[in-house]
């Protein structure tokens, strides 16, 4: 669903900021009906525009504060292995994110992790599962911008 109109980027704006508003209170913000909102909203999940409506967790408040990028780097680009790496990543609920690269690396990890010591049982638990080249950590000392709403224009 790409030809979305000013309404439905309205009523995705409102929900990026709230996921939680009522039908009632997103009709008002975008001067639809309740039910004309719930109609929109349940289209805009069918066509999967909406992919989940979720609660954003402070990290320190839940005991993990640290948020680390990990750059992998692998000699093996075989199919098998990316089914390995992939099975491997998705069963560790710490990692956050996994994304193929260009240019030098060619993955970038998002971890949340309690401390360095948690990093280090996540890192051993991923290369026990799958062989990894070459592998370097940042950690993040200070969160200057960390947003999920996408820029509707």
Known sequence: MTNLDQTDRA??????????????????AVNLSRNAVWRRVKLLEDAGVIRARVALLDPV??????????????????????RKFATA?????????????TGDLDYLIRIQARDVADYDRIYQSLIAR????DVSASFVMENIKDTHALPLR
């Open 11 to 28: 009523i995705l704006s409102v929900l990026q900021r709230d996921a939680g508003i009522s039908m009632e209170d997103l009709g008002t």
């Open 61 to 82: 408040s839940v005991d993990l504060p640290l948020t680390v990028f990990v750059q992998v780097r692998t000699s093996t680009h075989s199919a098998d292995w990316l």
């Open 89 to 101: 990543t998705s069963a560790i609920p710490e990692i956050l994110g996994v994304h193929r690269m």
């Open 130 to 133: 799958v062989p990894l080249s």
